[in-house]
């Protein structure tokens, strides 16, 4: 499910919401002053992952 970041225009609050792909959040309102004017955000994403420790990389010099 995507998360979708936005700011409030009102009173700068910034929030995500969780929508479905084709939901309309065309009436998405501000959790803090329930302004109807807020703006939808650049998200960025990662995958995260932790290293692996046999992840075959050697440091210089070792065999």
């Known amino acids: 499910m995507p998360i979708y970041e ?10 995500q919401v969780f929508l479905l792909p084709g939901e309309d959040d065309g009436k998405m309102a501000c959790p803090r002053c329930s302004a109807l004017y807020v703006k939808k955000l650049i998200s960025l994403f990662s995958v995260g992952s932790e290293p692996s420790s046999s992840s ?8």
């Not at 936005?6 to 929030?15: D, I, L, T």
């Not at 075959?56 to 065999?63: A, E, L, N, W, Y």
């Open 6 to 15: 936005y700011e409030c225009k009102n009173c700068g609050e910034r929030f």
């Open 56 to 63: 075959g990389c050697k440091p210089s010099g070792s065999t």
